[in-house]
């Protein structure tokens, strides 16, 4: 069970797109579509952004979007906005009705 | 609305027990699966363990396997966590998360206030 890879950080200026990338393996992210994403701010519990590698929940904005290929998925945020300042974590189903969750993010707004 | 309500939490000493409940309103809490998930001080989200809608099967991260158990009691719309042979690791703000409908995996769309745990002598 070790943890999904993600790169520490991220940043980009405001209205420009960025990609967080989530690599695990063929027991985790290759052998399931079973991934989801999720938005922490500091002091806040997580809420969720996609699920199923690529569909959001009513009401997550349309700026964020999910893809996976192979052993990595990785969740895009459009039109980058302030409040998008926050941590971001990618999650995997493992099998025998386990999970595994990502390193985690810091995505920055410049 | 949807809610998970957690209580519990605190100091406690190396080697002791401690038990955390999550109390869950505005859904049908008998027939979703339930999650607890851990965060360390300044640290990533673990997943902790997982219990069956209707209790009847339980799933542990190998970090705390034969140490915590997940428990519900679907008549009071609860779930429980017993964390015994505490460790300074075991130190975090614990959240309670609701899965899926039934025994199907998924993601973890509603999430408690979260708990902090602290483990120090």
């Known amino acids: 069970q070790s943890a999904l890879t993600q790169p520490a950080s991220v940043s980009g200026s405001p209205g420009q797109s960025i990609t967080i990338s989530c690599t695990g393996t063929s027991s985790d992210v290759g052998n399931y579509k079973l991934v989801s994403w999720y938005q922490q701010h500091p002091g806040k519990a997580p809420n969720v952004l996609i699920f199923?590698?690529?569909r959001r929940p009513s009401g997550v904005s349309n700026r964020f979007s999910g893809s996976k290929s192979g052993n990595t998925a990785s969740l895009t945020i459009s039109g980058l906005q302030i409040e998008d300042e926050a941590e971001y974590y990618c999650?995997?189903?493992?099998?025998?009705?386990?999970?595994?969750f990502g390193t985690g993010t810091k995505v920055t707004v410049l | 609305q949807v809610q998970l309500v957690q209580s519990g939490g605190g100091v406690v000493q190396p080697g002791r027990s401690l038990r955390l409940p999550c109390t869950a309103s505005g859904f049908t809490f008998s027939n979703y699966g339930m999650h607890w998930v851990r965060q360390g001080p300044g640290k990533g989200l673990e997943w902790v363990a997982h219990i069956w809608y209707d209790g009847s099967d339980t799933f542990y991260a190998d970090s705390v396997k034969g140490r915590f158990t997940i428990s519900r009691d679907n008549s009071k719309n609860t779930m429980f966590l017993q964390m015994d042979s505490l460790r300074d690791e075991d130190t975090a703000v614990y959240y309670c998360a609701r899965g899926p409908l039934g025994t199907m995996a998924g993601y973890f769309d509603y999430w408690g206030q979260g708990t902090l745990v602290t483990v120090s002598s």
């Open positions: 199923e590698s690529n």
């Open positions: 999650c995997s189903y493992a099998g025998g009705s386990t999970y595994v």
